[in-house]
């Protein structure tokens, strides 16, 4: 396969100049901005052929049944998540193209991709983990071992990756569908019908009284042990953001909720989500739980919670399995309810709280 690209390149002309294609980078690439990165990516994702002939030049992140290549034992890290070269990832999957979706562009203009590698045999896999001195992980865990940008980027690239997979066929005719180069839109090979990959936007709010004194936590079945976390649910059709949360906040535990205000988002991998991270006050009064969605709920002090941030921080696996002594902890780092907690004990002011996220 090697050799197959720049034959390629050369049949097409796949030049710059030919291409119509703006590269970033001529000179010192860490000067590059935002603007050209965006410009640049956009021209890779509506142009196959430029798309494809930037696969040697980039860096590629590596799935196997969206478990992602992690240093584990280096977790929350510059160099947690592996990033592999285009020769590289071809020495141990050869079909890159077929199972490549375009990513970004980096700070330093390569374009970076993410290959699904599906299941590999056991001394291939074998192989690129210890030459990488990596492993493939739970995408759950793997969020939580990155950093806040990072899981973003997994995140990205799992959808991407899962989209495909589930919309091989049209909506409309039940055709078979083409994928683009990027991965990033699928044209229905009888009745032409286009479909790209999207987001399903869900409200995710602190609900605190008045005063700042007390917060309204939640706790799912399928938490850990002791883990409660904020109120969340997906928008439906027609509705705004503050409409869904007053919705979801009444909905689960019977409040009433004001002053809704926006502060972050988040991308989600599960299913595919845009979580929309809010504040919204209502006063102390008893919970009415839905026992449909949720466990338990609960009213929570400042130094309840301040002391459930201080054990996530310290032990942040016990995302995964949980605290034997049943105390209380938040989501970790890597999840927006972490961050609309963490500044609510601190009372960032919220036009602020975006910059300290970001």
């Not at 995710?204 to 409660?228: C, F, K, S």
Request: aromatic residues 8%; neutral net charge; contains cysteine.
């Amino acid at each position: 396969m090697c050799a197959v690209l720049p034959l390629l390149k050369r049949r097409l002309g796949l030049s710059a100049g030919r291409l119509g294609l703006t590269l970033p980078g001529l000179g010192n690439r860490n000067i590059i901005s935002y603007v050209e990165r965006i410009r640049f990516l956009q021209q890779l994702k509506e142009q196959d052929a430029a798309c494809l002939s930037q696969l040697p030049e980039g860096q590629f992140l590596v799935f196997s049944r969206s478990k992602p290549l992690v240093r584990v034992n280096q977790a929350n890290t510059n160099e947690a998540l592996v990033w592999l070269s285009y020769t590289d990832v071809m020495k141990y999957h050869q079909l890159v193209p077929k199972s490549t979706v375009l990513l970004d562009v980096s700070e330093d203009g390569k374009p970076r991709y993410s290959v699904q590698v599906g299941a590999l045999g056991t001394e291939t896999q074998e192989q690129l983990e210890s030459d990488t001195g990596a492993s493939f992980t739970d995408l759950r865990l793997a969020l939580f071992m990155v950093n806040w940008q990072e899981a973003h980027t997994l995140s990205r690239a799992n959808c991407v990756h899962m989209w495909n997979k589930n919309t091989a066929f049209c909506g409309k005719c039940g055709a078979p569908t083409e994928r683009n180069a990027a991965g990033y839109s699928r044209v229905c090979s009888s009745c032409g019908h286009t479909q790209y990959p999207s987001s399903a936007p869900v409200g995710i709010v602190l609900v605190t009284d008045p005063e700042l004194t007390q917060v309204v936590l939640v706790r799912q079945p399928r938490h850990p042990p002791g883990m409660y976390s904020c109120v969340a649910g997906f928008s439906d059709a027609g509705e705004s953001l503050e409409e869904t949360v007053k919705r979801e906040v009444a909905e689960e535990v019977g409040l009433e909720v004001a002053s809704v205000r926006y502060v972050a988002s988040q991308h989600w991998p599960f299913p595919g989500s845009l979580m929309a991270g809010c504040f919204a006050m209502a006063d102390i009064q008893e919970l009415k739980i839905d026992e449909k969605e949720l466990q338990d709920a609960r009213w929570f002090s400042r130094e309840e919670v301040s002391d459930a941030l201080e054990r996530i921080k310290t032990n942040p696996h016990l995302r995964l399995r949980g605290n034997p002594t049943g105390e209380l902890f938040v989501p970790p780092p890597g999840a927006i309810a972490f961050h609309l907690i963490a500044h609510w004990i601190k009372r960032t002011p919220v036009h602020q709280i975006y910059h300290h996220i970001y």
